[in-house]
T-cell receptor
Framework: GAVVSQHPSWVICKSGTSVKIECRSLDFQATTMFWYRQFPKQSLMLMATSNEGSKATYEQGVEKDKFLINHASLTLSTLTVTSAHPEDSSFYIC????????????FGSGTQLSVL | RKEVEQDPGPFNVPEGATVAFNCTYSNSASQSFFWYRQDCRKEPKLLMSVYSSGNEDGRFTAQLNRASQYISLLIRDSKLSDSATYLCVVVPKGTYKYIFGTGTRLKVLA
């Protein structure tokens, strides 16, 4: 089956620093990638949708200048949390879709971000 | 009102029990539905798709009621390994966005 690799698995950083999370589709070309955030005991909340070669579409309430998404190739999307603060501590998960006519999504293994 | 709602639980059931979860959604134009399971701090894993005619996969049965806008998941003969959070997913028509429910925690007790 299709594999999506996400790293790092976890990261601890100081408040004010920026953190980059990578999401790669290993054996297929991902036309669309989605980024989710999950706080403890809550569900996955869609942050943004990124299509290769175009600007990401952010969900309401998600700051685009804080969460920078780059989808420069069909196999790589990155999420950068800029000037991270403790309230940004969360579990971030990417997912990717290959065939544009197929709904199935493939998920990365997630990144646990802890901001001190 | 949230787009997709579930009872957060937890549902604590003994091994061998049958347990059912419901999920309601607000967008009547939703086109696709899924059940996922998620273990703590792991990515969600697809359990099964949900069809209007109902579908079964081993001990798991999923149903969709479009008129009432809810989907259900039935787990028979619960195993300890079924302990997880079960997330329903709704895909609005015309998009490929997965809208996750709040999740229902299940604990199967020995």
């Amino acid at each position: 089956g299709a594999v999506v690799s996400q790293h790092p698995s976890w990261v601890i950083c100081k408040s004010g620093t920026s953190v980059k999370i990578e999401c790669r589709s290993l054996d297929f070309q991902a036309t669309t990638m989605f980024w989710y955030r999950q706080f403890p005991k809550q569900s996955l909340m869609l942050m943004a949708t990124s299509n290769e070669g175009s600007k990401a579409t952010y969900e309401q309430g998600v700051e685009k200048d804080k969460f920078l998404i780059n989808h420069a190739s069909l196999t790589l999307s990155t999420l950068t949390v800029t000037s991270a603060h403790p309230e940004d501590s969360s579990f971030y998960i990417c997912s990717a879709r290959g065939d544009p006519n197929v709904e199935k999504l493939f998920f990365g293994s997630g990144t646990q971000l802890s901001v001190l | 009102r949230k787009e997709v709602e579930q009872d957060p639980g937890p549902f604590n059931v003994p091994e061998g029990a049958t347990v059912a979860f419901n999920c309601t959604y607000s967008n009547s134009a939703s086109q696709s539905f899924f059940w996922y399971r998620q273990d703590c701090r792991k990515e969600p894993k697809l359990l099964m798709s949900v069809y209007s005619s109902g579908n079964e996969d081993g001990r798991f049965t999923a149903q969709l009621n479009r008129a009432s806008q809810y989907i259900s998941l039935l787990i028979r003969d619960s195993k300890l390994s079924d302990s997880a959070t079960y997330l329903c997913v709704v895909v609005p028509k015309g998009t490929y966005k997965y809208i996750f429910g709040t999740g229902t925690r299940l604990k199967v007790l020995a």
